[in-house]
């Protein structure tokens, strides 16, 4: 028997917030993608993942969990740019491509907190705001150069997830 899956990764927590409200809107529990033994029973398969400079967190686990649904697939990349910024359809495009899946994607925006970082993420953003110090009229410069925390979660962009979800048939997107 098959049943949706939710599954997720996430460091500070906006993304496991939307995989929470996702789960709850599907009557199913979202589940920490490395505590997902295996997605062969998942059906639809939905698994959410933040982007960390360029990368989306757990890029291995997720794509060994889409190999392994047997139904229907989508990823859901959270992230603080906006949705239609063309550098995350890349990265989405070039995980599903390693998939070898036909994978639907969405995109949703996060939250982000500069007093809350680990001492790593805190190196790797002093080093991404020198970068945008040069550029400061660009979008991600102005989000970025003041260092306030952003709020960008909301979870009614979860409404598109939720409708393909419900969807049984299989549409191209
Ligand atoms: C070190 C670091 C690098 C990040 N890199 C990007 C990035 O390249 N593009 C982007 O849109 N957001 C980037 N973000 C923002 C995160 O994707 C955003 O804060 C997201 O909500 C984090 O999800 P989580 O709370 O589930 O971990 C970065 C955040 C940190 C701390």
Do not use: C, K
């Amino acid at each position: 028997m098959t049943r949706p899956v939710v599954a997720f990764t996430s460091r500070y927590g906006s993304t496991r917030r939307y995989a929470t409200a996702l789960g709850s809107r599907l009557g199913t529990p979202a589940v920490e993608l490395a505590d997902l033994a295996t997605a062969s029973d998942a059906d639809p398969l939905i698994v959410l993942a933040p982007v960390y400079a360029t990368r989306i967190l757990g890029r291995r686990r997720i794509i060994r969990a889409i190999r392994s649904a047997p139904g229907r697939a989508a990823l859901v990349v959270v992230a603080l740019s906006p949705a239609d910024d063309p550098g995350r359809g890349n990265l989405a495009a070039r995980l599903i491509n390693a998939s070898g899946r036909a994978v639907t994607t969405f995109h949703l925006r996060g939250d982000f907190d500069p007093a809350r970082l680990t001492r790593l993420d805190r190196t790797l953003m002093a080093a991404l705001r020198r970068q945008l110090r040069r550029t400061p009229d660009t979008p991600a410069a102005r989000m970025l150069l003041p260092g306030e925390p952003l709020h960008f979660v909301d979870e009614t962009s979860l409404d598109p997830v939720v409708a393909w979800a419900h969807r049984d048939t299989m549409v191209e997107e």
